[in-house]
């Protein structure tokens, strides 16, 4: 077995990544090492050296590592290191040694890697200088070195950077050998495995035409997350769903055999998936082989089936080898679209399956969700196998993606973190727009899709808005695969907008195919067409836009919504009663369905009616309630307690507080979920039901979607709406926001005696045994628990305010709707939509006015104080500017503020 020694210097700030570098040997010692018979060695002076005396400490760690080392590994960030007798620091020295070594014997490979992520505001300057010094001196030798931009980063770089100089030495090696023995010819030769370039852009190549205007080419390595998968084994027994992460799932390789089921339907990402699993099987030191189930015929004899596996090795691998020439036992089979194997013939995939369970121990494939139940044999071909579902992209997972996608082509350190930031938070603003509820599929592909649209701001029909443009691509994307004369396109899109608009009306999801053939008649006379119905079916079904299956129904959501808003779209400036109806609709949004219709009305049309029917109902919501002003009349609120709660600011690096929220974002996500696969009461509520009988809850559920809509409408349409028009919309929005805060603060204001007197009950009763001791605080703790239920709700509605209709574009607007109402609600409102799109920074004297003007209104203040604390956990602030905030706020700091959120290495005294 080949061994390497590889020796790692770096100064004191790297510990992390030394520690990656432990990692990484280890992780390629126990994959490729064991495959291609060579071992990495990793030393370190805290490992490999013992205390001892020579000329200072670094010679004593010179003389004990020695030069017994193939491998020069080097790191840096902001630390340079102590100078010695010999050289400017340790490594410095460690390095001039290494490269010494190299200039007279060429036996030694070096690598170096510096840390690009931005420097802390407290790192020692000099020290800073002394590594830019550094590098500069390392690249006029000749050293290429490679930038790094966090402690994963530096691992996979450092693991695929060893792996490939190993190879590339075992490559030339073997052809030396090659070459002295070729007399004698080797009886089995070591086959060390390489993939072939061409199949490596195969691997890198998304399969679908995605531009960005960073990169010419846009590799899959660039932008593929691992999905979430649902656990399909307990079947219906378990009542909990339990989820696994591809990535975790797959780390290890089960020695009786490894067979994963993943199930997903064309736009869940399972070739992505395959090509990820082959690059990652291949550096865990297997052979993976992917194949296509359209590559098995009807011939499934195994030794067919391994005639189809080594014709791909030799397609796939540099130097093709046969089965036989290696350890079967390493081999997996990733079979991409299994259930188009056999032409789609179920009946043969239990012959197939059981053919190469005898020729493989490993085995993956992909299928369409169908297909467990889609065999038709007996015998189930995938009883060994453990299947999972592919699930929909989360909270985390979308974010992490336009992360991804708006640093593709870009170093990261030239990049302002905030001003990514935000791009972030803009781009998943339209993302959740689009996706909705449930509207599509949040899979990579319409992701993507939206990335796209949204970089290009091409809006090709100048009646829609960017979102009402993206789903109108998709529809046409499902259309173009599946009708070959493009003249016949609107008559299919005139079909569906009049189909969809009769499910509405008839209040239905789906139809017979009898009920349907019913609909076909009455269309095509209408129309004065002759159209076979089977061949509207196919098409449809063709372009998966239509589900046929004995019962017809809309397969998406947003097909569902986009035909419906298009029919209302295409005749409400004719049609009086589309003018009702849209009336009737804006009235009940607290209906899913009523308020998504209304929604994609916005997308699609600009018809004023539509605008100024929002507005008129949204003024008419809340007649009881005054628009909340937080000033004198929430006196009663600031009276329950003495002095404002203190407010602390912990100390947390932005990017992991926001994963927080992202995973109790995902949390959410999958109770909303849960909750809408049950009825609520809303959902028969028709279109002639009294609005004046719904109950609080349905109230305040209206006032909400109102307020997405309106802020949805203005943000959408800020570029050709008149000034008067934004202003009454963005006035209205708040309004609602402050109408319904009102509604719920004046409840809890009347009745907070009996509120703290039931709370203080149950108090006592639950500390029954020390309520005397307890007598004194108790009826303060009810008081102040009051209290922070109207703070929850005040800060709570200022964000949902501030994030519906918050946009730079409308900066106007916003400080007209301030100069008309200049209360401290909306102050509160407008400086949370100010910090959205810009540096607290630029607003220090505007937040430091408003704590004089709310220093006596408590509830106020301590809604100002959170809006502040909530940005700088969200977005990185400055020492100097996080001090004089918090300072003058009166918000507590924990003692290591002076540790930048950027730095993970604390400050010595």
């Given at each position: 077995?080949?061994?390497?020694?590889?020796?790692?210097?770096?100064?004191?700030?790297?510990?992390?990544?030394?520690?990656?570098a432990?990692?990484?040997?280890?992780?390629?010692?126990?994959?490729i090492?064991?495959?291609?018979?060579f071992?990495?060695?990793?030393?370190?002076?805290?490992?490999?050296?013992?205390?001892?005396?020579?000329?200072?400490?670094?010679?004593?760690?010179?003389?004990?590592?020695?030069?017994?080392?193939?491998?020069?590994?080097?790191?840096?960030?902001?630390?340079?290191?102590?100078?010695?007798?010999?050289?400017?620091?340790?490594?410095?020295?460690?390095?001039?040694?290494?490269?010494?070594?190299?200039?007279?014997?060429?036996?030694?490979?070096?690598m170096?890697?510096?840390?690009?992520?931005?420097?802390?505001?407290?790192?020692?300057?000099?020290?800073?200088?002394?590594?830019?010094?550094?590098?500069?001196?390392?690249?006029?030798?000749?050293?290429?070195?490679?930038p790094?931009?966090?402690?994963?980063?530096?691992?996979?770089?450092?693991?695929?950077?060893?792996?490939?100089?190993?190879?590339?030495?075992?490559?030339?090696?073997?052809?030396?050998?090659?070459?002295?023995?070729?007399?004698?010819?080797?009886?089995k030769?070591?086959?060390?495995?390489?993939?072939?370039?061409?199949?490596?852009?195969?691997?890198?190549?998304?399969?679908?035409?995605?531009?960005?205007?960073?990169?010419?080419?846009?590799?899959?390595?660039?932008?593929?997350?691992?999905?979430?998968?649902?656990?399909?084994?307990?079947?219906?027994?378990?009542?909990?769903?339990?989820?696994?992460?591809?990535?975790?799932?797959?780390?290890?390789i089960?020695v009786?055999?490894?067979?994963?089921?993943?199930?997903?339907?064309?736009?869940?990402g399972?070739?992505?998936?395959?090509?990820?699993?082959?690059?990652?099987?291949?550096?865990?030191?297997?052979?993976?082989?992917?194949?296509?189930?359209?590559?098995?015929?009807?011939?499934?004899?195994?030794?067919?089936?391994q005639?189809?596996?080594?014709?791909?090795?030799?397609?796939?691998?540099?130097?093709?080898?046969?089965?036989?020439?290696?350890?079967?036992?390493?081999?997996?089979?990733?079979?991409?679209?299994?259930?188009?194997?056999?032409?789609?013939?179920?009946?043969?995939?239990?012959?197939?399956?059981?053919?190469?369970?005898?020729?493989?121990?490993?085995?993956?494939v992909?299928?369409?969700?169908?297909?467990?139940?889609?065999?038709?044999?007996?015998?189930?071909?995938?009883?060994?196998f453990?299947?999972?579902?592919?699930?929909?992209?989360?909270?985390?997972?979308?974010?992490?993606?336009?992360?991804?996608?708006?640093?593709?082509?870009i170093?990261?350190?030239?990049?302002?973190?905030?001003?990514?930031?935000?791009?972030?938070?803009?781009?998943?603003?339209?993302?959740?727009?689009?996706?909705?509820?449930?509207?599509?599929?949040?899979?990579?592909?319409?992701?993507?899709?939206?990335?796209?649209?949204?970089?290009?701001?091409?809006?090709?029909?100048?009646?829609?808005?960017?979102?009402?443009?993206?789903?109108e691509?998709?529809?046409?994307?499902?259309?173009?695969?599946a009708?070959?004369?493009?003249?016949?396109?609107?008559?299919?899109y005139?079909?569906?907008?009049?189909?969809c608009?009769?499910?509405?009306?008839?209040?239905?999801?789906?139809?017979?195919?009898?009920?349907?053939?019913?609909?076909?008649?009455?269309?095509?006379?209408?129309?004065?067409?002759t159209?076979?119905?089977?061949?509207?079916?196919?098409?449809?079904?063709?372009?998966?836009?239509?589900?046929?299956?004995?019962?017809?129904?809309?397969?998406?959501?947003?097909?569902?919504?986009?035909?419906?808003?298009?029919?209302?779209?295409?005749?409400?400036?004719?049609?009086?009663?589309?003018?009702?109806?849209?009336?009737?609709?804006?009235?009940?949004?607290?209906?899913?369905?009523?308020?998504?219709?209304?929604?994609?009305v916005?997308?699609?049309?600009?018809?004023?009616?539509?605008?100024?029917?929002?507005?008129?109902?949204?003024?008419?919501?809340?007649?009881?309630?005054?628009?909340?002003?937080?000033?004198?009349?929430?006196?009663?609120?600031?009276?329950?307690?003495?002095?404002?709660?203190?407010?602390?600011?912990?100390?947390?690096?932005?990017?992991?507080?926001?994963?927080?929220?992202?995973?109790?974002?995902?949390?959410?996500?999958?109770?909303?979920?849960?909750?809408?696969?049950?009825?609520?009461?809303?959902?028969?509520?028709?279109?002639?039901?009294?609005?004046?009988?719904?109950?609080?809850?349905?109230?305040?559920?209206?006032?909400?979607?109102?307020?997405?809509?309106?802020?949805q409408?203005a943000?959408?349409?800020?570029?050709?709406?008149?000034?008067?028009?934004?202003?009454?919309?963005?006035?209205?929005?708040?309004?609602?926001?402050?109408?319904?805060?009102?509604?719920?603060?004046?409840?809890?204001?009347?009745?907070?005696?009996?509120?703290?007197?039931?709370?203080?009950?149950?108090?006592?009763?639950?500390?029954?045994?020390?309520?005397?001791?307890?007598?004194?605080?108790?009826?303060?703790?009810?008081r102040?628990?009051?209290?922070?239920?109207?703070?929850?709700?005040?800060?709570?509605?200022?964000?949902?305010?501030?994030?519906?209709?918050?946009?730079?574009?409308?900066?106007?607007?916003f400080?007209?709707?301030?100069?008309?109402?200049?209360?401290?609600?909306?102050?509160?409102?407008?400086?949370?939509?100010?910090?959205?799109?810009?540096?607290?920074?630029?607003?220090?004297?505007l937040?430091?006015?408003?704590?004089?003007?709310?220093?006596?209104?408590?509830?106020?203040?301590?809604?100002?104080?959170?809006?502040?604390?909530?940005?700088?956990?969200?977005?990185?602030?400055?020492?100097?500017?996080?001090?004089?905030?918090?300072n003058?706020?009166g918000?507590?700091?924990?003692?290591?503020?002076?540790?930048?959120?950027?730095?993970?290495?604390?400050?010595?005294?």
């Amino acid at each position: 077995m080949k061994l390497f020694k590889i020796f790692l210097a770096s100064p004191g700030d790297t510990d992390a990544e030394r520690l990656a570098a432990e990692e990484a040997v280890e992780e390629i010692n126990k994959s490729i090492g064991s495959r291609d018979n060579f071992r990495l060695e990793l030393l370190k002076w805290e490992n490999d050296t013992y205390p001892s005396v020579g000329e200072d400490g670094q010679d004593v760690i010179n003389k004990q590592i020695g030069s017994d080392y193939q491998i020069f590994v080097g790191i840096m960030w902001k630390k340079f290191g102590s100078p010695t007798k010999r050289a400017g620091s340790g490594t410095e020295e460690e390095f001039n040694l290494a490269y010494e070594r190299y200039t007279n014997k060429k036996d030694i490979q070096i690598m170096f890697y510096f840390n690009s992520a931005p420097i802390p505001q407290d790192a020692d300057l000099m020290q800073a200088q002394k590594v830019k010094d550094f590098k500069k001196k390392i690249e006029d030798l000749g050293a290429y070195h490679k930038p790094f931009d966090s402690t994963n980063d530096f691992e996979k770089k450092l693991r695929m950077d060893l792996t490939r100089y190993v190879k590339d030495f075992i490559k030339e090696e073997n052809a030396e050998i090659e070459v002295a023995s070729s007399i004698k010819k080797q009886e089995k030769r070591q086959i060390i495995p390489e993939i072939k370039e061409s199949f490596k852009e195969f691997l890198n190549d998304i399969e679908a035409r995605f531009a960005h205007s960073k990169v010419d080419n846009l590799r899959l390595e660039d932008i593929y997350i691992a999905p979430d998968l649902k656990d399909l084994n307990n079947g219906k027994k378990s009542a909990t769903i339990k989820v696994e992460n591809l990535e975790k799932l797959t780390d290890a390789i089960d020695v009786d055999g490894t067979k994963f089921g993943f199930l997903g339907n064309d736009s869940a990402g399972k070739s992505a998936n395959c090509k990820y699993l082959f690059q990652k099987y291949f550096e865990l030191g297997l052979y993976p082989v992917l194949i296509n189930g359209t590559d098995i015929g009807s011939n499934v004899r195994p030794e067919t089936l391994q005639n189809i596996v080594e014709q791909r090795i030799s397609e796939q691998y540099e130097e093709a080898f046969q089965l036989s020439e290696i350890d079967n036992a390493r081999v997996i089979v990733i079979i991409d679209d299994f259930h188009k194997a056999t032409k789609s013939k179920g009946k043969y995939w239990s012959v197939l399956m059981n053919n190469l369970e005898e020729l493989f121990q490993h085995i993956i494939v992909t299928g369409n969700s169908l297909m467990p139940i889609e065999n038709l044999s007996k015998q189930d071909p995938f009883k060994n196998f453990k299947l999972y579902a592919i699930l929909e992209f989360g909270p985390k997972f979308r974010y992490e993606l336009v992360n991804k996608w708006n640093t593709v082509g870009i170093e990261t350190r030239f990049l302002d973190h905030n001003e990514l930031l935000r791009k972030n938070d803009a781009y998943i603003s339209h993302i959740k727009a689009i996706i909705g509820k449930n509207y599509i599929p949040s899979y990579p592909f319409y992701l993507l899709s939206i990335l796209q649209a949204l970089e290009s701001g091409n809006v090709q029909n100048p009646n829609y808005s960017i979102h009402g443009f993206y789903y109108e691509v998709l529809i046409n994307e499902c259309f173009s695969k599946a009708i070959k004369d493009r003249k016949e396109i609107s008559l299919y899109y005139n079909y569906l907008t009049q189909f969809c608009f009769f499910l509405f009306e008839q209040g239905a999801k789906d139809v017979s195919l009898e009920e349907f053939d019913a609909f076909h008649k009455m269309y095509c006379e209408k129309h004065d067409l002759t159209y076979r119905k089977e061949t509207i079916l196919e098409t449809f079904d063709s372009a998966k836009l239509l589900y046929v299956n004995n019962r017809i129904y809309i397969k998406e959501k947003y097909v569902y919504y986009f035909f419906v808003a298009k029919y209302i779209a295409n005749e409400i400036a004719n049609k009086q009663e589309i003018k009702e109806l849209v009336t009737k609709m804006c009235l009940r949004v607290f209906r899913d369905e009523y308020a998504s219709i209304i929604m994609f009305v916005t997308h699609l049309s600009k018809d004023n009616f539509i605008i100024s029917e929002l507005i008129s109902i949204a003024n008419s919501l809340f007649p009881e309630t005054n628009v909340a002003q937080l000033q004198d009349e929430i006196s009663g609120i600031n009276e329950l307690v003495e002095q404002i709660p203190q407010q602390v600011l912990e100390i947390v690096n932005v990017d992991d507080q926001r994963d927080e929220e992202l995973r109790e974002e995902e949390e959410m996500e999958k109770l909303e979920k849960e909750l809408e696969e049950e009825k609520t009461n809303y959902d028969n509520f028709s279109l002639d039901d009294d609005v004046s009988t719904i109950d609080f809850f349905a109230r305040i559920t209206r006032a909400f979607k109102t307020i997405d809509i309106l802020g949805q409408v203005a943000k959408k349409h800020w570029g050709e709406l008149d000034g008067e028009q934004k202003l009454s919309l963005v006035t209205t929005t708040y309004n609602v926001g402050l109408k319904t805060l009102d509604f719920y603060l004046q409840l809890l204001q009347k009745n907070s005696k009996e509120i703290v007197e039931h709370i203080s009950l149950l108090i006592k009763e639950k500390h029954f045994k020390d309520k005397h001791s307890l007598e004194k605080g108790i009826e303060e703790a009810s008081r102040n628990f009051v209290f922070r239920l109207c703070f929850m709700s005040s800060f709570g509605i200022t964000k949902r305010v501030s994030n519906a209709i918050g946009y730079d574009k409308l900066k106007n607007t916003f400080e007209k709707a301030l100069e008309a109402q200049p209360y401290n609600s909306v102050k509160l409102i407008d400086l949370s939509i100010k910090l959205g799109y810009s540096s607290i920074a630029s607003h220090i004297d505007l937040i430091e006015g408003y704590k004089e003007e709310m220093e006596k209104n408590k509830l106020s203040l301590v809604v100002l104080q959170n809006l502040v604390i909530d940005y700088m956990y969200m977005f990185d602030t400055d020492y100097k500017t996080k001090s004089r905030i918090c300072n003058k706020l009166g918000i507590s700091v924990q003692e290591q503020l002076r540790i930048d959120q950027t730095s993970t290495v604390k400050k010595k005294d």
